[in-house]
């Protein structure tokens, strides 16, 4: 009678795969606990102010629900046609945004723009409810501080600050919202960039816009480019479709930090259409 040959498996093989297993798990624990690390990249420097552009400002100490103080300029502009509140992306500090802040002063605009927790002079650590909580102190300086009529006001992020502007668009009414070169969510993101891992799971930091345009009620512009190397072109299309009408889509060139200046005079045209739209 035939005996049965038992299947050892040597012990090389399965060392490999605890080394494989465990330092798999290894990688999971830290990507959970250290994801802000992973999100934010802020720099405490101001290298240079708005008067390198000769644009007069004003520096401004916003103060939080959770009493953490964030520092920001504000820039006024003669024309006064509107004010725009700037969220920027995840990486360095306002100082970093002066190109941009001169482009909306050309427009007419007033521009506040500020640093979130952990960045620039802004005091705490940053994290997803905190900029939230950034973004609503900022609100409350320009319609109660500064008495600017919300109507007045757009909410602009780029990146990782579209994900603040959408959320704070999705709690009050501002005149408009634009997103430029935005993700859908987080997770999203983070998902394409790292396939092998469940990120849905271990992610806490989320940004969900595709979730807050649900609740979002005025005009919307989205812009983005097909040579955004950062965050991929479908997202800025998955937002322009999600959002209700009216709506207007600024199609950019370059990559995703200079897309804003390679695109131009183009840029700044549609811009321009936008706030008359909504602003006049």
Not at 77 to 94: K, M, P, V
Not at 118 to 128: D, L, N
Not at 169 to 191: R, W
């Amino acid at each position: 009678m035939a005996q049965k040959r038992s299947t050892v498996i040597p012990s090389s093989v399965f060392w490999i795969v605890v080394i494989v297993v465990g330092g798999y798990a290894v990688v999971l624990v830290f990507m959970y606990l250290f994801q802000s690390a992973f999100v934010y990249f802020p720099t405490r420097e101001i290298t240079v102010t708005p008067e390198v552009r000769d644009m007069a400002y004003e520096d401004v100490w916003l103060y939080t629900d959770d009493q953490v103080r964030v520092h920001g300029w504000y820039v006024p502009s003669e024309d006064n046609r509107g004010t725009l509140l700037f969220f920027h992306g995840n990486a360095g500090n306002i100082s970093g945004r002066i190109e941009s802040i001169s482009q909306f002063h050309e427009l007419g605009l007033n521009v506040l723009i500020f640093d979130y927790r952990g960045y620039g002079k802004s005091e705490g650590r940053p994290s997803e409810q905190g900029t939230y909580l950034d973004a609503e102190a900022a609100w409350r300086y320009l319609t109660e501080i500064r008495e600017v009529p919300p109507e007045k006001i757009i909410l602009f992020g780029r990146s990782l600050g579209g994900g603040v502007a959408a959320w704070l668009a999705s709690q009050v009414e501002p005149g408009g919202l634009v997103l430029e070169s935005t993700f859908t969510s987080a997770v999203d993101l983070a998902s394409e960039i790292y396939p092998i891992f469940p990120v849905s799971l271990l992610m806490h930091i989320r940004y969900p816009v595709i979730d807050y345009l649900a609740d979002v009620t005025v005009p919307v512009m989205v812009a983005h480019s097909e040579g955004d190397e950062i965050i991929p072109y479908h997202h800025g299309k998955s937002i322009y479709q999600k959002a209700e009408e009216p709506k207007k889509w600024l199609e950019m060139q370059g990559g995703h930090n200079d897309g804003f200046l390679l695109t131009g005079r183009k840029y700044l045209r549609k811009w321009d259409e936008f706030l008359s739209e909504v602003l006049e």
